[in-house]
């Protein structure tokens, strides 16, 4: 079975611009969480979706916002990118809620 | 929300019994305790998970006392390939709730 895939997995963006990562979960698992992580720190909660509904959003600017598809799939969205946003973007899933994530392996997002 | 504190660094031996504790004093009554294991540059990976006494599985066991407001995560006979950052998580398993991860315990396995 495939686990968590996300894409790209490298990325390198410039201060002020757009960024779009995907993340495709586990075949039946309903809930997507995205995370970001940066060296040296634990991973750090922005979204969570379950059945195309955000049900939970960390500490983070309206710059980032996501959404999920009728196939469970997610996208990650920041504006506005600043040099900060640079990090390991960390995409899970689960069939409902924090019962047990899987991980994808990250997007790497480094902004110059 | 649930706080965890956990040692910032631990150093064993390949073949020894690794334990590494996590407190949580504000644990709530519907709160579950996960552990995850991070390898560089990859995403976390559940190790265990328990609510009360001692659960065990291929990998790991994790003991709770009664009180629950501590628990231990027990690696039997590590090898160097569990050289990793360790996160000890306390939390609902509601999908609404906001799970926070701390910076984890870094194991190096020496051999």
């Known amino acids: 079975d495939a686990g968590v895939t996300q894409s790209p997995t490298h990325l390198i963006k410039t201060r002020g611009q757009h960024v779009t990562l995907r993340c495709s979960p586990i075949s039946g698992h309903k809930s997507v969480s995205w995370y970001q992580q940066v060296l040296g720190q634990g991973p750090q909660f922005i979204f969570q979706?379950?059945?195309?509904?955000?049900?939970g959003r960390g500490n983070f600017p309206d710059r980032f916002s996501a959404r999920q598809f009728p196939n469970y799939s997610s996208e990650l969205n920041v504006n506005a990118l600043l040099l900060g946003d640079s990090a390991l973007y960390l995409c899970a899933s689960s069939t409902r809620g924090n019962e047990k994530l899987f991980f994808g392996s990250g997007t790497q997002l480094s902004v110059l | 929300l649930a706080k965890t504190t956990q040692p910032i660094s631990m150093d064993s031996y390949e073949g020894q019994e690794v334990n590494i504790t996590c407190s949580h004093n504000?644990?709530?009554?519907?709160?579950?305790i996960t552990w995850y294991q991070q390898f560089p540059s990859q995403g976390p990976r559940f190790i265990i998970q328990g609510y009360k006494t001692k659960v065990t599985n291929e990998v790991a066991s994790l003991f709770i006392p009664a009180d629950r407001k501590s628990s231990t995560l027990s690696l039997p006979r590590v090898s160097l390939s569990d050289t990793a950052v360790y996160y000890c998580?306390?939390?609902?398993?509601?999908?609404?709730?906001?799970?926070?991860w701390g910076a984890g315990t870094k194991l190096i396995i020496k051999p």
């Open positions: 504000n644990i709530a009554t519907n709160d579950y």
């Open positions: 979706y379950y059945e195309k509904e955000e049900r």
């Open positions: 998580l306390v939390g609902a398993m509601d999908s609404n709730y906001q799970l926070i």
